[in-house]
């Protein structure tokens, strides 16, 4: 190797390549498009998957279960949780649990769940809550406030 020649040829701005500018050029006549062909007419372009005439990547790969593109991602929060990090009299907000660490990265909807003991009187906002939950927050002399967006039927139906 001769050190000279390691970064000859490398340019910082590459000129871009002229086709069909004259046989010296090198991409004269038919311009890299080959000769006849689908590819060499004009106007002719392929979808960017397309292998050829393989069964393209996107086709071969197996397909499994199902992938529900519309579902709302749901964070979860358990009672025992929320009581080990407030303090009592404190309001449980998105913004408060995500300080806190409890409700991490992008969710629609935040569901309260009654795993552990909440021994502590409590403001909690949540999207949804397991009727457990409501039990506990009640017997804790606290208040579960429901926050506007999208809810389950059974909970329209324990606010009527």
């Not at 397309?50 to 991602?73: A, H």
């Amino acid at each position: 190797m001769i050190l000279n020649d390691v970064h000859r040829g490398v340019t910082r701005h590459k000129k871009r390549k002229r086709l069909g500018r004259g046989i010296g050029s090198g991409q004269g006549k038919t311009a890299g498009r080959g000769h006849k062909g689908q590819g060499s007419r004009a106007g002719s372009s392929s979808h960017p998957t397309f292998q050829g005439g393989t069964m393209p990547l996107v086709r071969r790969v197996p397909k499994r279960g199902f992938n529900n593109r519309w579902g709302k991602t749901v964070a979860v929060v358990n009672v025992g949780q929320i009581d080990a990090a407030f303090q009592a009299g404190e309001a449980v907000t998105l913004e408060a649990l995500a300080a806190k660490n409890l409700a991490r990265g992008r969710f629609d909807l935040l569901k309260i769940l009654g795993d552990g003991e909440l021994s502590k009187k409590l403001t909690i906002s949540g999207h949804r809550f397991s009727k457990s939950a409501m039990e506990k927050i009640a017997q804790a002399g606290g208040e579960a406030v429901i926050l506007p967006g999208k809810t389950t039927v059974t909970q329209k139906k324990r606010a009527q």
